[in-house]
C-alpha cells in the first residue's frame, strides 16, 4: 500500500478521547521508518497526512460494547524535507501497528571531471 | 530528522540539530536512544462485566496472532505472548518508547465463570476473550408462590 493519503473528513466527532501513540523511529541509508502503536486500529481507520513538512498520523477506533470511541494521533516535524524523497511515502497497517516510511533523496554520485590539458 | 511535535521531550531538541547526513552521525548520537528501549513489553488489560460474562480486551499491537498463547487451568486464565522487534539491527534507532519481548498474565477467574466457556479474537492488534458466565450463575427469575 502506498499512500501519502490525505484524509478530509473523518467520521468522528472531534471531541473522542486521544492517546498519543508510542512510537519507534529508526533510520537506516535508505529511509526514516516510523512505527505506532495503534491497537484497535484497522487499516481503513488509519490516516497518515503530510503537510508542509509536518506528518500527522490519526488512527481511530469505534465504540464496541460499553467502550466509547477512541483515538490516536500524533503528529512529527521534518525538520530538513529537502533531504526525503515526500512523494513516495509509504505506510502499512499490520497488527494494529502502522509503519510509516519516508526515503531519503538518492545521494548524487561523485563524478570524475576529467582535466583537459591546455 | 523527524521529531515530535509539541512534546517537551529532551531528545527533540538533539534531534534538530541535526541538518545533514553526516557520516559521523551515527556514531556520534548512537547514546541517544530514549530510556524504554530496553523495558518489557506488557501489554493492557481491559476488563468489562456483564450479563452474559467478562469481557476482556488486550493490547497487543505488533504480536501475530500464532505468538499468542491463551490457556486455562482450573479456574485460572493466561495470556502469554512474544512480541518481536521487526527492526533492522542496522538501522540507527532515534526513539524507542515501543517495548519488544516475552509476556505472561495470569487472572484467576471468579466462580460464577465457566472456564470451559472461553471464546478467544485477535483483530488489529487486540486480543478479545470471552468468558460466559456459569448457567446456575445466570440471573433468572423466581416464581412467586401465592398462598
Redesign the interface.
Known sequence: MTSTEVSTTRNQPANVPTR?P???????DEA????A??????RDDVSVELDDG??TIVGDVAAS???PARRFR???????QA?FDLDTVEAKM????LEVR?P?MAKPQARQIKISAA | ???????AHPFDRL??F????DRFFDQAFSWEVPSSANAVFSPSF?L?E?QDGL?I?V??????PEDLDVSVEGNVLTVAGERKS???E?????????AFGKFTQSLRLPSYLDSNQIEAKH????LTLHVSRAEAAKPRAIAIESA
Open positions: 498519543s508510542r512510537v519507534e523511529v529508526s533510520e537506516t526514516i521508518w516510523l512505527s502503536d495503534m491497537p484497535g486500529v484497522s509536518v506528518l460494547g460499553s467502550r500524533r503528529q512529527f516535524t521534518i525538520s530538513d533531504l499490520a497488527h494494529g501497528v519516508l531519503k | 530528522m523527524l521529531y515530535a511535535r509539541k512534546e534531534l534538530d541535526r541538518r545533514d547526513f481491559e468489562e456483564d469481557t480486551q493490547e497487543v499491537p505488533g504480536v501475530s521487526s527492526g533492522d542496522r538501522a540507527n534507532l532515534h526513539r524507542s518508547e515501543r483483530e488489529h492488534g487486540v
